[in-house]
């Protein structure tokens, strides 16, 4: 069952990875089916962060909740990346993969729902 993205400490939390795709860098946000793409892995997450924050604010300015889960596709990915990235910082050659997992957070600070 995929969980929906927490609240932790007045912030969303949102489970996301980036990938290198041919000479771009997708970074994908799962708990809500968002994707950006950049020339470098930062510039994909700052993307990817922006359209989530935008996301979010409409939601909150809406009163609606509503998430909206990736493809299981994507899950598998991200799960995979992260498992990938777990084990090479075992063996401490995590910076090797062209990929990274991680989660995203939101500050609610001074949003406000309507």
Request: hydrophobic residues 45%; positive net charge.
């Amino acid at each position: 069952m995929v969980r929906k993205p927490l609240i932790e400490d007045n912030s969303i939390v949102v489970r996301c990875y980036a990938r290198k795709s041919d000479n771009q860098w997708v970074a994908v946000c799962v708990d809500l089916c968002l994707a950006a793409q950049g020339d470098s892995c930062e510039e994909a997450k700052t993307r990817l962060h922006s359209q989530v924050e935008d996301y979010v604010m409409d939601l909150l300015e809406s009163g609606e909740v509503l998430t909206r889960p990736a493809p299981a596709s994507q899950w598998l990915t991200y799960w995979r990346i992260g498992l990938t990235v777990k084990i090479l910082r075992k063996l401490k050659n995590a910076r090797a993969f062209a990929a990274a997992a991680f989660r995203d957070s939101i500050s609610m600070e001074g949003m406000r729902a309507a």
